[in-house]
């Protein structure tokens, strides 16, 4: 807390997303600190903002950069620390955030997800695309009406021959269903413009080598999107959608994002379910750096 604290001045709600600890124990913590003339606060409307007292950094000096060295999860923060500063001034996610949550509550005939979600896939560029973890393709479907092409990856058989009759039913020639894992995708080296995981990492073995084997089949600017929830605690979810994860944070994706070696990495959460279990979606993207 208190290297973090010597970096930047936080609230206790931000400290709670920063460490993953309960608002009674950093609570508990803080008041130890004041009391020990060690941290002060200060009030900017409905927030309370923490420091260390300036006067105290010297002596505490060798023991924070001790504790720096020494502490495992120390680069873990650090990133969720960027991040939360990030949230802080970002007005503009908020703004949509907000948005997002008022769309489609009042009825207006015609206005919907759907009708939006296809008008925006219709903008895309004509695109090599991955759809990793395709399930039955609905989504590459939709990407191939705009797309160059789309190579949907699933590792069920069912699932890429349902897939591949529907594309030829349908006349998609742009679309091909390929057997595979998302972690080894069937697909050649920087081939593709667009890496897609649509809720389909939690399913991975290994998130970070799925995010890795992206990395591997994008060009050079390429970019990857992943749709996924954020991390919970329901763990039927186990049983009941054969989920391996229980969702990730935004931090742990900014962190496997980066481990593959990935630029301009942005994550945030654009979905909130309104009943329990009140599931969340997140959305990452990144790019391959030339």
């Known amino acids: 807390?208190?290297?973090?604290?010597?970096?930047?001045?936080?609230?206790?709600?931000?400290?709670?997303?920063?460490?993953?600890?309960?608002?009674s124990r950093i609570s508990a913590s803080l008041a130890l600190l004041k009391r020990e003339a060690i941290a002060i606060n200060r009030r900017v409307g409905k927030n309370i903002f923490y420091s260390v007292r300036p006067e105290t950094v010297s002596s505490l000096r060798s023991i924070l950069d001790a504790a720096r060295r020494e502490l495992t999860?120390?680069?873990?923060?650090?990133?969720?620390?960027g991040l939360a500063l990030r949230k802080r001034k970002d007005k503009?996610?908020?703004?949509?955030?907000?948005?997002?949550?008022?769309?489609?509550?009042?009825?207006?005939?015609?206005?919907?997800?759907?009708?939006?979600?296809?008008?925006?896939?219709?903008?895309?560029?004509?695109?090599?695309?991955?759809?990793?973890?395709?399930?039955?393709?609905?989504?590459?479907?939709l990407l191939a009406r705009s797309a160059q092409k789309v190579i949907a990856i699933d590792?069920?058989?069912?699932?890429?021959?349902?897939?591949?009759?529907?594309?030829?039913?349908?006349?998609?020639k742009n679309l091909e269903y390929r057997l595979g894992e998302i972690e080894d995708p069937p697909i050649e080296e920087e081939s593709v413009d667009l890496a897609l995981?649509?809720?389909?990492?939690?399913?991975?073995?290994s998130p970070q080598k799925a995010v890795k084997a992206a990395h591997r089949i994008l060009r050079d600017g390429g970019r990857i999107v992943i749709l996924d929830l954020a991390r919970h605690s329901h763990e039927q979810a186990r049983e009941l959608y054969a989920d391996v994860w229980l969702g990730f944070s935004e931090v742990e994706l900014q962190q496997i994002l980066k481990r593959a070696d990935f630029s301009r990495i942005e994550v945030s959460i654009v979905s909130r379910e309104t009943q329990a279990p009140n599931f969340q979606t997140l959305l990452a993207t990144a790019t391959k750096s030339r």
Do not use: C
């Not at 973090?4 to 309960?22: H, K």
């Not at 999860?73 to 620390?81: E, I, N, T, V």
């Not at 996610?93 to 005939?109: D, H, M, Q, S």
């Open 73 to 81: 999860g120390a680069s873990h923060d650090s990133a969720a620390l």
């Open 92 to 141: 503009a996610a908020e703004y949509f955030n907000k948005l997002a949550g008022k769309f489609g509550r009042t009825y207006i005939p015609g206005r919907s997800w759907q009708a939006l979600a296809h008008a925006l896939l219709r903008l895309l560029p004509p695109l090599v695309i991955a759809d990793l973890g395709a399930g039955e393709g609905t989504l590459s479907q």
């Open 197 to 205: 995981f649509s809720q389909a990492l939690h399913h991975a073995s």
């Open 1 to 23: 807390m208190l290297l973090l604290l010597l970096e930047e001045e936080l609230t206790v709600a931000e400290m709670q997303e920063i460490l993953g600890m309960s608002q």
């Open 155 to 172: 590792n069920s058989e069912k699932m890429v021959e349902f897939g591949g009759n529907l594309a030829r039913e349908h006349g998609f």
